[in-house]
């Protein structure tokens, strides 16, 4: 075969340094649009980006040359220095060091993105915290608690 075929998709979460609030609506309607642009201009796609105050959720399909590593650098990286640029009263801004990324397939496209897009209700139940741990266990991955809490 003289072509390379993927199909690979990944949900990525990650928060703000200590959860701080600073994803307030008008921030995260800006944010959301230009986290789109940083994947599209390196060679990913945005299938759907969402989140609360604290934390963003990004459905992104990613080529097999740029590692999953690389590719939450480039978001986080930029976005962070676009935020702390725009929005003058965020020069303290900063997301978290980690991640989490899961492997999507392409039958579970629609409800990852109805998932990202629903989150305002989401969260009307449960924590962040709380999100990230069922994500965890439902992925098997053993982690650290001090991790998740600082």
Do not use: C
């Not at 703000?16 to 309607?29: A, G, I, S, Y």
Request: aromatic share 12%.
């Amino acid at each position: 075969m003289a072509n390379t075929y993927t199909s690979l998709h990944y949900h990525i979460v990650f928060s703000t340094k200590n959860r701080d609030p600073f994803l307030v609506e008008t921030v995260r309607e800006r944010l959301f649009a230009y986290l789109g642009g940083i994947a599209r201009e390196n060679g990913m796609n945005a299938l759907e980006v969402g989140g609360m105050t604290d934390h963003v959720h990004l459905l992104l399909s990613i080529p097999a040359s740029l590692a999953v590593s690389k590719a939450v650098q480039l978001i986080k990286g930029g976005s962070s220095h676009w935020l702390k640029v725009t929005f003058p009263n965020m020069i303290d801004f900063a997301w978290q060091d980690g991640y989490a990324a899961f492997t999507v397939s392409q039958s579970q496209l629609n409800d990852t993105q109805a998932y990202i897009r629903s989150q305002p209700e989401h969260h009307r139940t449960k924590t962040f915290i709380e999100e990230y741990r069922a994500f965890l266990a439902r992925h098997r991955i053993e982690y650290d608690d001090r991790y998740l809490l600082g």
